[in-house]
């Protein structure tokens, strides 16, 4: 299992129990995937439509906490992946 | 059939400054169909040539790429192109439109159409992508999979598809996306996945563009823009902006002139918007911070009912991270569980400056209130909550987790979560 299958099921948690998880929690586990990533993949850069300025991926654990609807989109973002790759190998 | 497209880029923002470059190779496709199109480029892409390209009435569809939120969409340099109560519905009658811009699918797309658009197509919240620094942008390899899959939608429609169909064919390439993009960037593939979820369209799924000319429309002349000329000014020469932030900031400047007198007064607010959870008997403590503003700050609220907030007045102090301060508010016993839709008003004496954000709360009677952080199993409600009051769901039968304050399609009586 890739650290990135890792990262979303420790946000989507798995199946049966209540899914609640702190910020703290997210951004810890989205640290240890960008912490698996070299050097040019940190550098590479989220670029939005919204008049908001593009996100490092090295920054992605700091704009979680900084900006809520960044966390929900990490959180999103998350639930459609486990929704299209992780649920059958559940 | 004409088309009204655009690439607002050339004002040093990345992200039109990429889309631009997909728009360019866009227009090159329109003429190698030999459609017809209005292309308005960088600084041209702005309102007052928008809607006069609009105005000729021969227009049935627009593709455009720029800023956006839940109500305005934008041009170069962010010059506002239409705003919920800031367009003239007219120009959009038997008109179709496909938006690349964040957010604006939730509210200006869909008031659009309920004003005689029939069909539009956006997002409903912030679309995100990778870039990885290609030239030309268009060919870079991270952002192709994002901004291709988007044109495919326009491309098919002006193809003879309908807006359904190139929607759905829309959706399925950002799910096959995903999956080429799996194995070598997971991250890039949940990106995809997120635009293909927040893709949404409003109006006539059957609707398509019609060759030939548009049927009659009215043509309203009047309207808001930025150029308008100003009233006179009997005490103050006020311009007033306003701009959502990376921070969620929202600002207003007004530069004054009284008696000879020159002083500059600004003010933003954090965040943009607010939503949260109300006790009928009880308050909620919401934080803000203030900024640019050295000051007392009146606060009021609008049309939020019998609530209440306190303090009042504020004195807050320019400094480079923003004044921290909390407002509480207060709940009205009398009324009952409802959401309600308001404004609260920051008004700055000094430099006779005001901003409004708006507020949505969910006004509920005790009972109701989910227990913050844990599990909850009520007649109306049942998920788990965060502090913020937002809930996980799951749906049991598809064994889908979705998150939100309520899930559409959840229903308390089939299933039910219980602490681990």
């Known amino acids: 299992m890739s650290a990135y299958d890792e990262m979303v099921l420790k946000i989507v948690q798995k199946g049966k129990k209540p899914l609640f998880l702190a910020t703290a929690k997210i951004v810890e586990a989205v640290q240890q995937y960008v912490d698996t990533l070299s050097e040019e993949e940190k550098d590479r850069e989220l670029v939005r439509f919204g008049g908001n300025p593009p996100i490092k991926v090295r920054d992605f654990p700091r704009a979680i906490v900084e900006d809520k609807s960044f966390q929900e989109f990490w959180v999103r973002k998350s639930i459609a992946y486990y929704n299209e790759f992780l649920r059958e190998k559940e | 059939m004409k088309v009204l497209t655009t690439d607002t880029s050339d004002w040093g923002d990345l992200a039109t400054q990429i889309g631009g470059s997909f728009w360019q190779k866009f227009k090159e496709w329109l003429d190698s169909q030999g459609i017809e199109s209005v292309f308005l480029e960088h600084a041209d892409a702005q309102r007052v040539k928008w809607d006069q390209a609009l105005a000729q009435k021969d227009i049935t569809f627009i593709s455009h790429n720029g800023h956006g939120n839940y109500t305005t969409v934008t041009g170069y340099n962010e010059d506002i192109l239409a705003q919920v109560g800031n367009y003239n519905p007219s120009l959009y009658q038997g008109v179709g439109l496909?938006?690349?811009?964040?957010?604006?699918?939730?509210?200006?797309?869909?008031?659009?159409?309920?004003?005689?658009?029939?069909?539009?197509?956006?997002?409903?919240?912030?679309?995100?992508?990778?870039?990885?620094?290609t030239e030309p942008p268009c060919e870079d390899r991270f952002a192709k999979p994002f901004i291709d899959t988007h044109l495919l939608g326009d491309k098919l429609m002006l193809q003879g598809k309908t807006g359904a169909e190139a929607f759905e064919a829309v959706n399925q390439e950002y799910t096959n996306q995903a999956h080429i993009w799996q194995e070598e960037n997971a991250d890039v593939a949940a990106t995809l996945l997120y635009d293909r979820d927040i893709h949404a369209y409003d109006g006539d799924g059957n609707w398509k563009p019609k060759e030939g000319p548009m049927n009659e429309v009215l043509i309203v002349k009047v309207y808001m823009t930025k150029k308008a000329p100003p009233p006179p000014p009997p005490k103050y020469d006020i311009k007033f902006e306003v701009k959502e932030k990376a921070v969620g900031l929202v600002t207003a400047r007004v530069v004054g002139i009284?008696?000879?007198?020159?002083?500059?007064?600004?003010?933003?607010?954090?965040?943009?918007?607010?939503?949260?959870?109300?006790?009928?008997?009880?308050?909620?403590?919401?934080?803000?911070?203030?900024?640019?503003?050295?000051?007392?700050?009146?606060?009021?609220?609008?049309?939020?009912?019998?609530?209440?907030?306190?303090?009042?007045?504020?004195?807050?102090?320019?400094?480079?991270n923003g004044y921290p301060f909390t407002l509480t508010f207060h709940g009205d016993p009398s009324r009952g569980t409802e959401d309600l839709i308001g404004y609260v008003r920051f008004y700055g004496v000094a430099g006779n400056v005001a901003i409004k954000i708006k507020a949505i709360v969910h006004h509920k009677v005790a009972a109701e209130i989910p227990i913050m952080g844990a599990a909850i199993s009520l007649n109306s409600l049942s998920g788990i909550t965060d502090v913020n009051g937002e809930a996980w769901f799951r749906d049991m039968d598809a064994g889908a987790y979705h998150w939100g304050v309520t899930h559409p399609d959840y229903n308390p009586e089939e299933g039910d979560m219980t602490c681990p």
Request: charged letters at 20%; glycine letters at 12%; aromatic letters at 14%.
């Open chain 2, 98 to 133: 496909s938006f690349l811009s964040c957010g604006c699918e939730k509210e200006l797309i869909k008031d659009m159409v309920s004003k005689g658009c029939p069909f539009g197509n956006g997002y409903s919240e912030e679309y995100t992508f990778y870039y990885g620094y």
């Open chain 2, 258 to 320: 009284s008696s000879g007198r020159r002083g500059k007064f600004a003010l933003g607010i954090s965040p943009s918007s607010v939503e949260f959870d109300l006790p009928a008997d009880g308050s909620t403590n919401v934080n803000f911070s203030a900024w640019y503003f050295t000051g007392d700050l009146e606060i009021t609220l609008e049309e939020l009912g019998g609530i209440t907030v306190e303090p009042t007045i504020v004195p807050v102090v320019a400094q480079d």
